[in-house]
């Protein structure tokens, strides 16, 4: 075997891990991304219906700012269905961050209740809880002794 490298076996790669956390972590996130849209939309509307109350005497005015304000109907239509399907990938992910770790901690925590042998809890380098992981490893530690 000279020559060639033996690759690490890589685990299966899971989005969802605790659908109900993160189903309601993402929703609230979407929502949370849908209202900051619709405030802005709301706003620049707000500021058009001002302006069109303004300019009702010059017929040339009017109707470019009708026109603009059809454009930016248009463009924020389109970026509200761009914010809703980005920033439901961006939740999954951040939430996949958070869930992993507490599932892995979950698991050790009940094979530990089972008087199983326990082991080193590990999660990824970029996941959410490191220090609470490190902490729970000291803990283990200390009660194999």
């Not at 109907?73 to 951040?94: D, K, T």
């Not at 009940?110 to 000291?138: A, H, M, P, T, W």
């Amino acid at each position: 075997m000279t020559g060639t490298k033996q690759s690490k076996k890589r685990r299966p790669f899971y989005l969802i891990i605790n659908k109900e956390f993160q189903y309601s972590f993402t929703y609230y996130f979407v929502m949370l991304m849908l209202l900051s849209v619709g405030f802005v939309w709301a706003t620049v509307y707000l500021v058009f219906q001002m302006h069109i109350a303004r300019a009702s005497e010059d017929m040339a005015l009017l109707e470019a700012i009708k026109s603009t304000a059809a454009n930016a109907n248009f463009f924020f239509f389109w970026e509200g269905i761009l914010v809703l399907a980005l920033s439901a990938l961006l939740a999954l992910v951040v939430s996949r961050r958070i869930a992993g770790p507490l599932y892995r901690i979950e698991q050790e925590l009940k094979s530990f209740n089972s008087e199983e042998k326990v082991k080193e809890i590990r999660i990824r380098k970029n996941d959410y809880f490191q220090g609470l992981v490190d902490e729970l490893n000291s803990v283990f530690d200390k009660l194999k002794k």
